[in-house]
């Protein structure tokens, strides 16, 4: 088996560390899906259901690509997923995502590109792929990804057929411990901000453009106080779920027991809405430590290759991180793309809520995170 995956715990301080992190071998791979035509969905006011799929592609590929006791290394961003597969998860990682794709587009009509880009070709390409578990106790974990090679993957599979996976019907364990049954959160410092940044310069002298810029992003603003969900208190559960979000959770299940996993989430929704208006306990169920445990383990701080972030900030604060950010472009050290929200959305992975494994993935309302990277990427045609 190859080397277990290091840990991360704080990741201001070690997030832009490259000793944090396992180069990956050439014989691993880095799986990327992304929605086709998230343009379109967009305008059609479908942004929770392409947030759904990312999240779909998260719950597989954890699935597929993990080393029991060892969390696979599963990043959300928003349109798509990433994931750091090892050679010994190849062939389940493969299957997972052809099903993956059928799904999305038949099930739940977002169109979505799969694919598996082989270490080795990017090696052999001069870019390097690292990987780290940004770990929060428990077997609660996300991947943090670093190097010119994880950015590169992913525009690979977007690009070339020949990295893309063609998809099928097929099993897809994992899948039933996705939802989206929290609303909304609004900003309550001002602003919700979505940034995207990258070096200009691949190895040591993009890294440390890197941690410059997070150095002078801290220094604005902690990221952990511009946390979007806070310490979870602003996080009101439904009795039940909008029809939508009910809609696309029973799809996660076979269409003979897709009434069955509706009566699941309508009960779950109403016990625990029930038991927050009751006090937030009542015997084992600690509602009040979960919607904490909801905000403590939410993505918004990564990275794909350069800082991934969702901040809640004063629009002061928001106006320094761009103009921060703007100068140190101009210097030639990074590229970026934000996009402001008025809220957070959230959807989830609950693998076993009694266990308390569950993460959560956030995006500025609107694809906050997509938005962000269309700015990003018209900067790479200027």
Known sequence: MSAPLPVIHDFSAHGNDPGRYLRLPDDWWIASTDVVGSTGLAAQGRDRDVNFAAAAAVAVLSAAASRPPEPAACQFGGDGALAAVPPECRAAAEAALAALGHWAEHDIGVPLRVGLVPVRALSEAGLDAYAALHDFGNNNAFGLFIGAGIPAAESWVKADSRWRVATHPGPLPGLEGVSCRWRPVPASRGVVLCVIVEPVDPGPQGMAALTRVQAALEAIVPTQVAAPLGDGGRLVPRPVPTLHALALEVRTEPPARRPWRAVKALAGAAILAAVHRLGGRLGSL???????ACATRSD???????????LDVTRDEARRIEAMLAAAEASGGIRYGTATAAATTMTCLVGDFAADR????????????????????????Q
């Open 286 to 292: 600690d509602v009040d430590a979960y919607r904490r």
């Open 358 to 381: 569950h993460i959560h993935f956030v995006d500025g309302a609107g694809l906050g995170f997509w938005r962000a990277s269309v700015a990003f990427k018209a900067k790479l045609h």
């Open 300 to 310: 918004y701080r990564k990275q794909a290759g350069g800082p991934r972030l969702v």
